[in-house]
């Protein structure tokens, strides 16, 4: 070979080897390393990152379904000086079901009192009874230790008192459809965790409505067209056992039936229908 070309091949070869040292490591080579899992960083939680989802007995409850029996005394009072009281009993229902903040349910009692209404003690025998009816939509703000639930809806209500002295058997009937505003504001007093919490509770109630009397009497069989409102409040405690639910509280309702328009000369007098008592309830919630 010539000694020339030689040396320019040799020259050649040294350069060349020289740089590809001291390039650097990755781009003397094509095939990257693959990092080991133990080296591959973890995501962690930042200020932006979504909270992560409570565990199954901290979540707040969405659905609730409970019968409640209250007990205690009715009084009905009119404005022509009638009066009477008697033991009674309230069988309520409740069934509710919410999204995150909205939702949906309904409510009903009915009221049944002894015999004894008028004259405790007379063989004349009188009585009250009372149905209430309450669909509603549900508003209810997430909260932690606190919620307010707000619902509202349609109301549809009856009362009527009945006398029969052994020879007469007289009733009169008050019907009421109207609408209702309901809240009902709880606190857990021990956080929801560990399969159990305790809460306390209020529920305050508002509505109005246009109704009719209905007599059925032995000196009147005549309707008369009225309007009501209506309030309650009731309050207690709330004990939560995995989704088995258990309430005890107090509850007071008050219905006004107006003074009624005249029916053919007549007028029937504003009447008011009371319960107050207190009540145990028994359901379920998740």
């Given at each position: 070979?010539n000694?020339?070309?030689?040396?320019?091949?040799?020259a050649s070869?040294s350069?060349?080897a020289g740089c590809?040292t001291?390039l650097?490591?990755a781009t003397?080579?094509?095939?990257?390393p693959?990092?080991?899992?133990g080296a591959?960083?973890a995501?962690?939680?930042?200020?932006?990152?979504?909270?992560a989802a409570p565990?199954a007995?901290?979540?707040i409850?969405n659905g609730?379904v409970?019968a409640r029996?209250?007990v205690?005394?009715?009084?009905?009072?009119?404005?022509d000086g009638t009066?009477?009281n008697a033991?009674a009993?309230?069988l309520?229902?409740d069934?509710?079901?919410?999204?995150?903040?909205?939702?949906?349910?309904?409510?009903f009692?009915?009221?049944?009192?002894?015999?004894?209404?008028?004259?405790?003690g007379?063989?004349?025998?009188?009585?009250?009874?009372?149905i209430d009816?309450f669909?509603?939509?549900?508003?209810r703000?997430?909260?932690?230790r606190?919620r307010?639930?707000?619902?509202?809806?349609?109301?549809?209500?009856w009362?009527?008192?009945n006398?029969?002295d052994?020879?007469d058997?007289?009733?009169v009937?008050?019907?009421g459809?109207?609408?209702r505003?309901e809240?009902?504001?709880?606190?857990?007093l021990?956080?929801?965790?560990?399969?159990?919490?305790?809460?306390?509770?209020?529920r305050?109630?508002?509505?109005?409505?246009?109704?009719?009397v209905s007599?059925?009497?032995?000196?009147?069989?005549?309707?008369y067209?009225?309007?009501s409102?209506?309030?309650?409040?009731?309050?207690?405690?709330r004990w939560e056992?995995?989704?088995l639910?258990v309430?005890?509280?107090?509850?007071y309702?008050?219905t006004?039936?107006?003074e009624t328009d005249?029916?053919d000369?007549?007028?029937?007098?504003?009447?008011?229908?009371?319960?107050s008592?207190v009540?145990?309830?028994?359901g379920?919630?998740?």
């Amino acid at each position: 070979m010539n000694p020339t070309l030689r040396w320019t091949l040799f020259a050649s070869s040294s350069l060349l080897a020289g740089c590809a040292t001291g390039l650097p490591d990755a781009t003397r080579t094509l095939a990257l390393p693959l990092p080991s899992t133990g080296a591959v960083p973890a995501a962690s939680a930042g200020a932006g990152a979504p909270a992560a989802a409570p565990a199954a007995d901290d979540a707040i409850p969405n659905g609730l379904v409970a019968a409640r029996l209250a007990v205690g005394r009715t009084r009905v009072a009119a404005e022509d000086g009638t009066r009477g009281n008697a033991n009674a009993s309230m069988l309520g229902l409740d069934f509710e079901a919410t999204g995150r903040t909205f939702g949906g349910g309904v409510s009903f009692e009915v009221l049944a009192s002894d015999d004894d209404l008028y004259e405790q003690g007379s063989a004349v025998d009188s009585s009250t009874a009372g149905i209430d009816l309450f669909p509603h939509f549900t508003i209810r703000p997430n909260g932690k230790r606190f919620r307010l639930p707000i619902r509202l809806g349609p109301v549809v209500q009856w009362s009527a008192v009945n006398v029969d002295d052994g020879t007469d058997d007289d009733t009169v009937h008050w019907y009421g459809a109207g609408a209702r505003v309901e809240l009902e504001p709880e606190f857990d007093l021990i956080p929801r965790g560990g399969g159990q919490s305790l809460s306390i509770y209020g529920r305050g109630r508002l509505g109005g409505a246009f109704g009719q009397v209905s007599a059925d009497t032995a000196t009147d069989d005549r309707d008369y067209d009225t309007t009501s409102s209506h309030w309650g409040v009731e309050g207690g405690l709330r004990w939560e056992i995995g989704k088995l639910m258990v309430a005890g509280g107090y509850q007071y309702t008050h219905t006004t039936y107006g003074e009624t328009d005249a029916t053919d000369g007549f007028v029937f007098p504003e009447t008011r229908f009371r319960f107050s008592g207190v009540f145990l309830s028994v359901g379920f919630r998740w």
